[in-house]
């Protein structure tokens, strides 16, 4: 049996597919880094990470982990360095892999969910920064990208795709989420790594905010009956939050089980080096819908 809240290998920025019976998980690259102090300030210690590409790790029962190596490289799609928070989508036949690089997004395409991929276009798919990048699949057809804008700290926002998720068609304004509360604002504003579920018509958008490095880095979610909302904010978040000696929870996805509105949510958390919060562990967590007790929209549950 799995055993939730366990750290299973160094990584950040998740993302759990399942196809064919076997779990495949991408996510950012970590590296060592030194702790912090006087001689080492922050910002000189937080190198790149990702600056080969992408892995991925596979797994038939969540529990026994293979490093699949690097699914992306570098030379084969567009990037020079930060190749983070990478996500597969099977559409049409096909992987497709929304990532970002040099803080800009593009799309990698690939006919195994264990790679290789390879540029789908020469082109960013925004040319304004931006990270975080979500493919949503609505019921109608419709392909939305949402993702963090850089611009007055990460918000989070919403383009409609083309069919062939080579461009974007339309981005919609205004911003979806952005960084106001007390939870979200302990280290930074910050809004980012956002993940879209739709429930009984509802759609949910989780996203994390603070700093990855604040142990109160967490995960919320707010709801809309659009998927470019508006959209408001839970009541009680944050839904993913520290416990134990789990800190720094969040940049998460979920992937549905055979169990009906139940799912395994993946996320990243803080090493257990006391003086650095590298390099990031991922983490599992299952998830549900709840009835809501006051009436309106159920309630997603995170069990850490």
């Given at each position: ?91 049409n ?40 990048g ?37 981005e ?40 990855t ?40 996805s ?5 169990e ?45």
């Amino acid at each position: 049996m799995y055993k939730y809240g366990k750290k299973l290998f160094r990584g950040g920025d998740a993302f759990l597919l399942k196809h064919e019976g076997i779990y495949y998980v991408y996510c950012t690259t970590e590296n060592d880094l030194p702790a912090f102090t006087e001689e080492y300030p922050f910002f000189e210690t937080y190198k790149e990470n990702g600056d080969d590409g992408i892995e991925v790790h596979i797994s038939k029962d969540l529990t026994d982990w293979k490093n699949g190596g690097f699914c992306l490289k570098k030379e084969d799609v567009l990037g020079t360095h930060g190749f983070w928070a990478p996500e597969v989508s099977y559409y049409n036949g096909m992987f497709y892999m929304v990532y970002t690089a040099d803080e800009h997004l593009a799309i990698a395409v690939s006919d195994s969910p264990a790679g290789p991929f390879k540029k789908l276009t020469n082109d960013w798919l925004r040319e304004l920064p931006a990270i975080d990048g979500h493919l949503f699949f609505d019921d109608d057809g419709s392909i939305y990208l949402y993702f963090a804008d850089l611009e007055n700290g990460n918000r989070i926002k919403v383009a409609k795709m083309s069919d062939d998720l080579t461009k974007i068609e339309h981005e919609y304004e205004p911003v979806l989420i952005s960084a106001d509360k007390p939870w979200e604002t302990v280290d930074c504003r910050i809004a980012e790594g956002p993940f879209v579920l739709k429930h009984n018509g509802v759609y949910y958008l989780t996203y994390s905010s603070n700093h990855t490095r604040c142990p109160d880095y967490a995960v919320g979610y707010a709801v809309s009956d659009k998927p470019y909302g508006p959209f408001k904010k839970y009541d009680n978040n944050p839904i993913l939050h520290k416990f134990d000696d789990i800190v720094g929870t969040g940049h998460n996805s979920f992937a549905p089980t055979e169990e009906n509105n139940k799912y395994l949510c993946i996320y990243h958390c803080h090493s257990d080096n006391p003086n650095s919060f590298k390099p990031r562990q991922i983490c599992l967590a299952e998830a549900k819908f709840v009835a809501n007790p006051n009436g309106g929209a159920d309630i997603l549950v995170v069990n850490q």
